[in-house]
């Protein structure tokens, strides 16, 4: 009997671990090293570089950076004094994208990343969990295990997401979208209350991740369950009404807070830098056409050159894809009554169509012209939902017209019969097609060396700094993160109005050489100037090499 139990405990570990291989291991294998296949460049340099650009990338290194010094200090995250002292400056507009954060935390004070290695394990999760999230949702709908690993790439190695790679790791944390479609699909089909707990959680690491993505996942969930309700899939009975009611009520109670901070920030204090959403409305051709992060992107850039940031506008979705599409385009609309498509898949040709269209902006958009007479839908969105003026990059509604044409195009390819020499011949040219249409450009492995001025003022007492001798905004960010003072002024997303009016008087201080009311009224310390531009002062200089000055102004006698 003994030995029986022993063989039942072996069998069932080896199920447990075939079980863990097939859903996690196998998938989340094939898009680490397909990541690295790509970015090979990023080989050996996962301590020492980070995997972003030094403009908007420098911004999210210092998010990960100042959320572990926030959180271990026992302060709020989503505010700040380190950036535009004295006074600080809220954080709840900025593209904070806490979950790495707050993933970082472990990494750096439990297994000892320094922030390079930090950032980039952030990155690398993305990418790869971006694949294998999708490769859940997609096995759940269609269950064929090859079409779900080759959907999971689709979306993880999409232009979209390689093309927000250059800098915007908040938009490169798109893994939680498909768990939350999964948990969420999963909690209508069920109506279990344990998956409408799973579901909420998810939607809060979707908002941990950005609101965009949260906005887009409530609309999703909202269509769903209209659809589900138009087909009458659903009774809403008592227990029906009760998984709801805990999937609403958590839900609200997760990301309800940080969603009416923003919502009443909005509201009562103007926010400055937001995007013009007619110069960021979508150009169709940019889905059907290779962009600038294609790696034979110069074949195309007759066309490309001409648009406003390569980042927003490389959004093709690839031919392999679009063929397919368009065959199951004729399939569901043209031949519907031969081909009878499942229902299902008419829901995501519904979301395909609304969200590339919101994605085309307030007016239609061609080879970089805009046409201001033809007004669309994303206009009316804006009345609607006018936190959207806050944001002005409608194109990005596109990735959810990509994950519905992955679904519609996984559907098709489920129907391959792969054990036959036809069919396998099929499955593989789209595989193959695919992995040229998708080949991107070498993303930017940044590591600037660290002025010796920066290590200078890290090593001089407390005290707040205006960095002039970085060379741009997002530099004094990763300036900070080494040196660790306070700043005035600083790079966020998002700016208050209130804020910048107070910021005002500060700078009216520098303006005026009002070095005095610096150091006594704004609580100044240290100034660092390049060297060829020294101030005309007598406070004293703790610092000078050939690229910078620091000086101090707390120990000068004219400070009041």
């Not at 806490?98 to 990155?123: E, H």
């Not at 290590?455 to 080494?482: C, F, H, W, Y």
């Not at 005035?488 to 009002?514: C, I, M, N, W």
Request: aromatic share 16%; proline share 5%.
């Amino acid at each position: 009997m003994k030995k029986l139990s022993t063989l039942y405990k072996r069998a069932a570990q080896n199920r447990t671990l075939r079980t863990f291989a097939l859903l996690f291991g196998i998938p989340a294998g094939i898009y680490f090293v397909l990541f690295f296949v790509f970015q090979p460049h990023y080989v050996g340099h996962f301590t020492d570089a980070f995997y972003l650009d030094n403009g908007d990338g420098f911004q999210n290194v210092w998010n990960i950076w100042w959320v572990n010094h926030a959180i271990g200090a026992g302060q709020n995250p989503y505010f700040t004094t380190m950036l535009h002292w004295p006074h600080g400056t809220t954080l709840v507009p900025q593209t904070m994208n806490i979950i790495n954060g707050l993933i970082g935390i472990p990494l750096m004070r439990v297994f000892g990343f320094n922030l390079f290695a930090t950032v980039n394990f952030a990155v690398v999760l993305a990418f790869a969990m971006g694949g294998v999230t999708m490769f859940w949702f997609i096995r759940k709908l269609v269950k064929t295990y090859w079409v779900a690993i080759v959907a999971g790439a689709l979306f993880t190695f999409s232009s979209y997401h390689m093309a927000h790679g250059i800098g915007h790791l908040q938009l490169v944390t798109l893994e939680w979208i498909p768990l939350f479609l999964l948990a969420y699909w999963t909690l209508l089909e069920k109506m279990r209350y344990r998956d409408a707990v799973f579901a909420s959680f998810s939607l809060l690491l979707v908002l941990g991740s950005d609101y965009y993505y949260l906005f887009w996942s409530v609309i999703l969930g909202a269509m769903w369950f209209g659809w589900k309700l138009y087909k009458r899939e659903i009774k809403l009975d008592q227990h029906t009404l009760k998984v709801l009611g805990l999937f609403v009520g958590l839900s609200l109670a997760l990301v309800g807070p940080l969603v009416y901070a923003l919502l009443h920030l909005s509201k009562v204090d103007h926010l400055l830098g937001a995007h013009d959403p007619s110069l960021f409305g979508m150009d169709p051709l940019t889905v059907i056409m290779p962009g600038g992060t294609w790696m034979w992107g110069k074949l195309t850039e007759w066309y490309w050159i001409n648009l406003p940031y390569m980042a927003e506008e490389s959004i093709f979705f690839g031919f392999g894809l679009l063929i397919v599409l368009a065959i199951a385009f004729y399939r569901s609309f043209i031949k519907r009554k031969q081909f009878k498509m499942p229902s299902w898949i008419t829901f995501w040709w519904i979301v395909f169509f609304s969200f590339g269209i919101v994605a085309l902006g307030p007016h239609p958009r061609l080879f970089g012209h805009t046409l201001h007479a033809v007004p669309l839908p994303y206009d009316l969105l804006e009345k609607i939902f006018p936190t959207l003026e806050i944001s002005g990059m409608p194109i990005r509604w596109i990735l959810i017209s990509l994950i519905a044409a992955i679904v519609i195009v996984s559907y098709m390819l489920s129907k391959l019969d792969v054990s036959k020499r036809r069919g396998m011949q099929l499955a593989l040219l789209f595989i193959a097609l695919s992995f040229i249409d998708l080949f991107p450009i070498h993303l930017p492995l940044t590591n600037i060396p660290t002025a010796k001025y920066v290590l200078a003022l890290k090593a001089l007492p407390n005290g707040a700094v205006l960095d002039n001798a970085a060379v741009s905004e997002p530099q004094q960010l990763r300036n900070q993160t080494i040196h660790e003072k306070p700043m005035v002024f600083g790079y966020v997303t998002r700016l208050p109005q209130s804020v910048a009016d107070k910021d005002f008087q500060v700078f009216a201080h520098v303006e005026e050489k009002k070095y005095n009311l610096l150091c006594s009224q704004d609580r100044l310390r240290y100034i660092t100037m390049p060297a060829n531009r020294p101030l005309q002062t007598t406070f004293p200089i703790v610092y000078k090499d050939s690229e910078a000055i620091i000086y101090d102004f707390r120990t000068g006698p004219q400070c009041q």
